[in-house]
């Protein structure tokens, strides 16, 4: 059965109040690279948010990226400030399942975690991914600058025509400035979940497609 907030976003009014302060603390350090989750990040590295279903998978994804330095496993881009993971299926606090990724601008390039967003995911499905269903499985990038916004709108309207030409409908992938929406790292048991438990559930794949690398000869 489908709730009400499986299929629509809660307003700031029906959203759960939350709580002044988090319920739990986060690991100091990351389980497979072994830096700090919360920082402080190096001087000259940039930030990416990006939400693309189960964070268990999608963070597995990210750190297993060269030059990517930590990931973050989170909720983000709703009302309920300071969210538990109890509250978070139920789409009452409207935050999507969210991966922060920190990364190393020399060694990878936002464009190239764009190229991964948009290929392990398939962002025509709305409020679920896969089996996943509800608004806090919804596809979301997040941007930090005004650069970021435009690369990722930019490789949006090129996943676009590559999902047309497979047969798929319209990308409902939203992109948001990260500075509106407070990022909540999830509790200690969702960081490096996949490391963790190797056999666990990686939540759905993507959709087959394959975009030009960045750099080589887009349209």
């Not at 709730?3 to 690991?27: C, I, N, Q």
């Not at 964070?55 to 030059?67: D, I, L, P, S, Y």
Request: some cysteine; glycine content about 12%; proline content about 9%.
């Amino acid at each position: 059965m489908f709730g009400d907030f499986d299929r629509r976003l809660p307003t700031p009014e029906e959203a759960l109040p939350g709580r002044s302060e988090p319920m739990h603390s986060v690991p100091e350090l990351h389980a497979v690279l072994g830096t700090p989750l919360s920082g402080p990040y190096p001087e000259g590295y940039d930030i990416a948010s990006f939400a693309l279903g189960c964070f268990w998978g999608a963070e597995r994804r990210f750190w297993r990226t060269g030059g990517v330095w930590t990931t973050v496993a989170g909720f983000q881009g709703g009302s309920t400030p300071n969210p538990i993971t109890e509250e978070i299926p139920g789409g009452r606090t409207g935050h999507a399942e969210t991966v922060r990724v920190v990364f190393d601008p020399a060694r990878v390039t936002y464009e190239e975690l764009l190229t991964l967003f948009w290929e392990s995911h398939d962002p025509t499905q709305g409020f679920r991914q896969g089996n996943d269903v509800g608004t806090h499985c919804r596809s979301l990038i997040f941007t930090h600058s005004p650069a970021q916004h435009a690369l990722a709108k930019e490789t949006r309207d090129i996943c676009q025509r590559a999902l047309y030409d497979a047969g798929f409908g319209d990308i409902t992938t939203e992109i948001l400035p990260a500075a509106d929406f407070p990022f909540y790292a999830a509790e200690a048991r969702h960081q490096q979940y996949l490391e963790k438990n190797p056999g666990g559930y990686c939540g759905a794949g993507g959709t087959g497609i394959r975009l030009p690398r960045p750099g080589a000869g887009r349209p």
